[in-house]
């Protein structure tokens, strides 16, 4: 009781520390951040203490901080946002390192640092190589092992690994010694372990509860995640394209606005020397540089046997065509080809030929008569455009990744102490209660009442109907227990009766039935302690047997009284007739047996092996069936030592009763023929108990006298 209701205190307890933990381990993460930001440090330090709140808390507290942490840094370093799924995979890979005690245990902690540094500095190297879109940043370690035939990619991996292991140490160190300077009882207040055993664990026969609420949770929220994502980011896509067609067109547009186009034949034919071309041709520069979305801006006017250059002024990236200058059509653009030739506007058209990956707009330029005379051209990169969708992506799956990641954790969180738990509570609290010996239910009531749960739903509901019902089923097993017990004292006192009357024919042994059953029983008890017969010495079985014990006798009621009473020694035909009250008794035990259903798995049945087989030999030499060693029943080879044993040392009408100590001699003289060696061992190993029985016997026996 005290376990259980400890066990659900502790978790009340541990919901209202989880919150201010958080908050601590965030301020933490932040301070010590800005601080190594501020000293311009090479590292981040700013993990510790999402893997405080671990390594304290569990995996919730860790998961919130790590998640709130860069969500935080975001404000001032959206790059922060970008590495929250990172700081979450820290705060679970500690999580579980924590729950198996490895974090404080040293060889354990290098596994701990060296999984936090893959993390890190493994996952994180590869989520900073695609947001830079390929190009490789490992630092001077990268850079040495690059020299030395490293692919960038594996160099950048090393190198990155190693500055993360240098971080991660110096966190881990941090949180080690936080945790050995803690006092315990602060330390514990935090604490995820220490649950109690009972409510942690619950057989089930496929998948749990818990198993089956994390996949539906996380299931749902990755299909949401990527569906969501995959929306935005295509919506994002269409929207930047959109954006720069609308950008080209523009620039177009303020370049078609730069010439004058009924001179284009002779800005062709002469070039720089026509009156101004050279004012033209730098504002189409000076367009390529305001815009740095722009790659190029050209003139060309469309004829058959190909582009002819009107303006292609010089970039960054190389000098342009001369005037005149002939240019072969793009495979992209054979199929506009016809509607360039008759003057018409094209779709924008997105090609990666001659002159790189570029989305190109063309824009018709019409002279004073109405007639197209060439094309305004403008081609903005799409790596730089894919360059920036790729951030936008990043940025989106990190979020979503980390909402989902965090969500599911809460969910599971709330399932774990709104439902799992009380179910396991009660299911545990039950079992216990199934499991209480008789006389203790009231004791498993107790641990039932005891787990107080108040979850204000259907689950609490469930509760109390389960704890009304077993307070009932306590009450109906009590009466039950008061009934059976008086129907057991009825049998026993009527058995004994029964016994009684049989042996009171005989005037000598009034008392024998009662110290039998005395000797059996410390026989029995005693043969259990020491490990004998496992599967057969139970209590319900000791029980039987002891009360069974009193009939093993009950087939001389039909030896004729001057037989069973003759002060001397019977002849032979006496003694065989005397013999059958062996068979007798099992006839009278199997009528009985046939009256009563079911009784033949009970008490009868040890009645009938006792009445039939009590004087049979050890070496076969008894009687009624002769038979020898363990194929005597163990009830019956019981008995005999205590037949014997109490008609040895009992007074009869024609003998005195032997001392103790010659009654034990012979008994032990007749191991191995007469008795079970190990009945006789047990037996004699309880030598005082026996006395003492005898001995309260003798003392009765002799007042009777």
């Known amino acids: 009781m005290d376990t259980m209701s400890a066990g659900m205190t502790e978790l009340r307890r541990r919901d209202r520390n989880t919150a201010l933990l958080c908050a601590v381990c965030i301020l933490i993460n932040l301070c010590i951040s800005r601080l190594a930001s501020a000293f311009g440090l090479s590292l981040y330090l700013d993990s510790i203490g999402t893997i405080l709140a671990a390594a304290l808390g569990g995996i919730l507290p860790g998961v919130v901080t790590g998640f709130v942490t860069n969500l935080l840094k975001g404000l001032w370093d959206l790059s922060s946002i970008y590495y929250i799924p990172i700081n979450i995979g820290l705060a679970l890979a500690t999580a579980y390192f924590a729950s198996r005690n490895c974090i404080l245990r040293f060889p354990h902690a290098l596994l701990t640092l060296v999984c936090l540094a893959l993390i890190g500095g493994g996952i994180g190297s590869l989520l900073t190589w695609w947001l830079n879109g390929s190009v490789f940043s490992g630092g001077a370690l990268a850079a040495q092992l690059t020299e030395r035939g490293w692919s960038p990619l594996t160099a950048q991996l090393a190198g990155d690994f190693v500055l993360d292991l240098e971080d991660k140490a110096i966190s881990l160190a941090v949180v080690i010694l936080l945790l050995k300077l803690l006092p315990k009882r602060l330390s514990e207040t935090f604490s995820s372990q220490g649950m109690s055993p009972l409510l942690e664990k619950s057989k089930v026969r496929r998948l749990s509860l818990r198993t089956k609420i994390v996949l539906l949770i996380a299931g749902l929220m990755l299909f949401v995640a990527i569906a969501v994502t995959g929306i935005t980011i295509t919506l994002y896509n269409n929207s930047i394209i959109d954006e720069n067609i609308t950008l080209a067109y523009s620039a177009a547009r303020i370049a078609a606005e730069s010439f004058d186009a009924d001179r284009v034949p002779e800005y062709i034919e002469q070039g720089e020397a026509a009156e101004g071309y050279a004012e033209s041709e730098a504002t189409l520069s000076r367009i390529v540089e305001s815009a740095d979305k722009i790659d190029y801006v050209y003139v060309y006017q469309i004829r058959e046997d190909g582009c002819h250059v009107v303006f292609d002024p010089d970039t960054a990236a190389g000098a342009g065509d001369d005037p005149g200058d002939v240019v072969e059509f793009d495979e992209a653009f054979l199929e506009a080809l016809p509607t360039l030739l008759a003057g018409g506007e094209i779709e924008p058209i997105i090609s990666n030929e001659k002159y790189g990956w570029l989305l190109s707009v063309y824009l018709p330029v019409f002279d004073s008569q109405g007639t197209c005379q060439c094309y305004v051209g403008v081609d903005i990169s799409m790596p730089r455009l894919r360059a920036e969708e790729r951030v936008f992506q990043t940025e989106m799956i990190s979020l979503f990744l980390g909402f989902t990641m965090l969500i599911t954790t809460l969910a599971l969180w709330l399932a774990e102490y709104s439902v799992i738990r009380p179910i396991n509570s009660i299911a545990a609290a039950t079992a216990l209660f199934a499991r209480r010996s008789k006389g203790a239910h009231r004791e498993g009531l107790a641990v039932i009442e005891s787990l107080d749960i108040q979850t204000g739903d259907e689950i609490e509901n469930l509760y109390h109907a389960i704890a009304s019902t077993t307070e009932e089923v306590v009450q109906n097993l009590i009466d039950i227990q008061r009934q059976n017990a008086q129907i057991t004292r009825l049998q026993s006192g009527l058995i004994m009766v029964l016994a009684d009357m049989v042996e009171s024919r005989d005037k000598c042994t009034g008392n024998h039935v009662r110290n039998t059953a005395s000797y059996v029983r410390l026989i029995l008890e005693h043969m259990q302690k020491k490990g004998l017969y496992p599967d057969i010495l139970t209590d319900a079985y000791i ?163």
Request: a negative charge.
């Open 543 to 705: 029980e039987d047997v002891v009360s069974s014990a009193p009939l093993h006798d009950v087939g001389k009621i039909q030896v004729p009284d001057a037989l069973l009473n003759k002060p001397g020694k019977l002849t032979d035909e006496e003694f065989a007739l005397m013999k059958q009250h062996t068979v007798a008794g099992g006839e009278i035990i199997d009528s009985a047996i046939e009256q009563v259903a079911d009784a033949s798995s009970g008490y009868l049945n040890e009645a009938r092996k006792l009445t039939v087989y009590h004087h049979e030999r050890w070496d076969g030499k008894g009687y009624p069936c002769g038979i020898k060693g363990e194929e005597i029943p163990l009830s019956a080879r019981v008995m005999a030592v205590a037949d014997v044993f109490d008609a040895l040392v009992s007074r009869r009408s024609y003998k005195e009763g032997f001392p103790v100590d010659k009654a034990l001699s012979i008994i032990r003289e007749e191991s191995g023929t007469h008795f079970d060696p190990e009945v006789v061992e047990a037996f004699l190993e309880c030598e005082s108990e026996a006395r003492a029985i005898a001995e309260a016997a003798t003392i009765k026996s002799a007042k009777e006298y």
